[in-house]
T-cell receptor, first 111, second 111 residues
Framework: ETGVTQSPTHLIKTRGQQVTLRCSSQ?????VSWYQQALGQGPQFIFQ???????GRGNFPPRFSGLQFPNYSSELNVNALELDDSALYLC??????????FGPGTRLTVL | GNSVTQMEGPVTLSEEAFLTINCTYT??????LFWYVQYPGEGLQLLLK?????DKGSNKGFEATYRKETTSFHLEKGSVQVSDSAVYFC??????????FGTGTRLQVFP
């Protein structure tokens, strides 16, 4: 059974740019969730996808968007980057239970 | 809305000391409760969970009991090791699978 993987590991962008982060879910899991973890804080829920449809969204603006593909891989897209978007972005996949399995994260720095 | 409150860190202990990290929650209904651990530079790992009142989750010597009457889920370990040094997050999940995290408690264990 493979774990959750994310790419890239680190990324540096400038204000106003767009970024795409990628996640490969754990085998057999049909939900994927994305979280933003600012430095020194707990992760904050961005949104969740279930069978390629958005299935819940946290308090994030529309410039945060996502996709889930038939092979349960997923993307997080952020447009018009702001300095406050600098954070660790975590992807988590889940199966039939409420347990979520997290990837190692992508560290995004916005300059 | 639902929320999680953790004791602020850092918690600094000597090896083999007893550990308690307090966690209380506010939620409607009957959430599932979790402790996650984050080692430096890594994503989140599930440490233990409890899905109903009076359940005790345990793993690697860590324990936590779901106390509905006090809305608490305190993390304990009888004898900590240097390798336990990490940030610990308490979290709850409602029926949507969305995880709500506390702000995290950093544990530092010295030899």
């Amino acid at each position: 059974e493979t774990g959750v993987t994310q790419s890239p590991t680190h990324l540096i962008k400038t204000r106003g740019q767009q970024v795409t982060l990628r996640c490969s879910s754990q085998s057999g899991h049909n939900t994927v969730s994305w979280y933003q973890q600012a430095l020194g804080q707990g992760p904050q829920f961005i949104f969740q996808y279930y069978r390629e449809e958005e299935n819940g969204r946290g308090n994030f603006p529309p410039r945060f968007s996502g996709l889930q593909f038939p092979n349960y891989s997923s993307e997080l897209n952020v447009n018009a980057l702001e300095l406050d978007d600098s954070a660790l972005y975590l992807c988590a996949s889940g199966g039939a239970s409420y347990e979520q399995f997290f990837g190692p994260g992508t560290r995004l720095t916005v300059l | 809305g639902n929320s999680v409150t953790q004791m602020e860190g850092p918690v600094t202990l000597s090896e083999e000391a007893f550990l308690t990290i307090n966690c209380t929650y506010t939620a409607t209904g009957y959430p599932s409760l979790f402790w996650y651990v984050q080692y430096p530079g890594e994503g989140l790992q599930l440490l233990l969970k409890a899905t109903k009142a009076d359940d005790k989750g345990s793993n690697k010597g860590f324990e936590a009991t779901y106390r509905k009457e006090t809305t608490s889920f305190h993390l304990e370990k009888g004898s900590v090791q240097v390798s336990d040094s990490a940030v610990y997050f308490c979290a709850l999940s409602d029926y949507s699978d969305k995880l709500i995290f506390g702000t995290g408690t950093r544990l530092q264990v010295f030899p």
